[in-house]
């Protein structure tokens, strides 16, 4: 019982503080000399890295955040295998470490617990864990993206769509009913949490002024 729940700590735990190594603030400090927050829209994340220090640094940040939410889910998929009998559901660790993983980054232990927005450390977390729906969620992407060329309202659309998603696809593959359930509650979590994070961009699309790829202005921000 009590290695049982030091497993699920340690699979917690760990998620966090890899979630918590910001790649934008280590790249913008050790390569730019300077702190991404303190420009654009304050955020910590690939949109305001390329407004900021451009593609090279959006590339690094990316690179970065997608790896750290693969890493977490593996070694949470690894831990819960030492787990001594089948209490829990086999996607509880995998799910545990991305929603700990996200929790990091937006708020990281090493850096005030100002981070970014963490789509594309859940967009990690999703490829290790369902990459089957990565090409759907890409798809959802490009279309808001696209016509209105604004990344924050793909990242939102796509995070209200991955619990319906990853129910449909638990249903079509047969997931037993602990596991579906599971999977469900962990997708609507992660989804929640980044459309939480958008809401002061979702304030900027009504008003009509949030930033649009490619395009100069003054207002709007970075999306993660």
């Not at 890899?18 to 927050?37: A, E, N, P, Q, W």
């Not at 819960?80 to 700990?100: K, N, P, Q, R």
């Not at 929790?103 to 005030?112: I, T």
């Not at 696809?169 to 359930?181: E, H, S, V």
Request: some cysteine; hydrophobic content about 50%; charged content about 15%.
């Amino acid at each position: 019982m009590w290695m049982d729940l030091a497993i699920v700590l340690a699979a917690a735990l760990q998620a966090y503080l890899l979630g918590s190594i910001d790649t934008g603030i280590l790249v913008s400090k050790f390569i730019y000399h300077d702190d991404v927050r303190n420009h654009g829209s304050g955020a910590a994340g690939m949109t305001n890295m390329l407004r900021t220090f451009g593609k090279r640094a959006a590339a690094m940040t990316a690179a970065g955040d997608v790896l750290k939410g693969v890493l977490a889910v593996c070694i949470g998929r690894w831990l819960f295998t030492f787990l001594s009998g089948e209490t829990f559901s086999a996607y509880l660790g995998v799910y545990l470490a991305a929603i700990l993983a996200v929790v990091g980054h937006l708020k990281p232990l090493y850096f005030g617990f100002k981070g970014g927005k963490g789509v594309l450390v859940a967009g990690g977390a999703i490829l290790a864990v369902q990459p089957a729906l990565i090409p759907f969620l890409l798809v959802i992407f490009l279309a808001c993206l696209i016509p209105t060329g604004m990344v924050s309202l793909g990242s939102i659309v796509m995070a209200v769509s991955y619990p319906f998603l990853t129910l449909g696809y638990g249903l079509l593959t047969g997931l037993p009913g602990r596991d579906l359930a599971v999977t469900t509650i962990g997708a609507a979590i992660m989804g929640a949490m980044v459309f939480y994070m958008h809401r002061s961009n979702l304030q900027r699309i009504r008003d009509g002024k949030e930033y649009r790829f490619g395009r100069k202005g003054k207002d709007g921000g970075a999306q993660n």
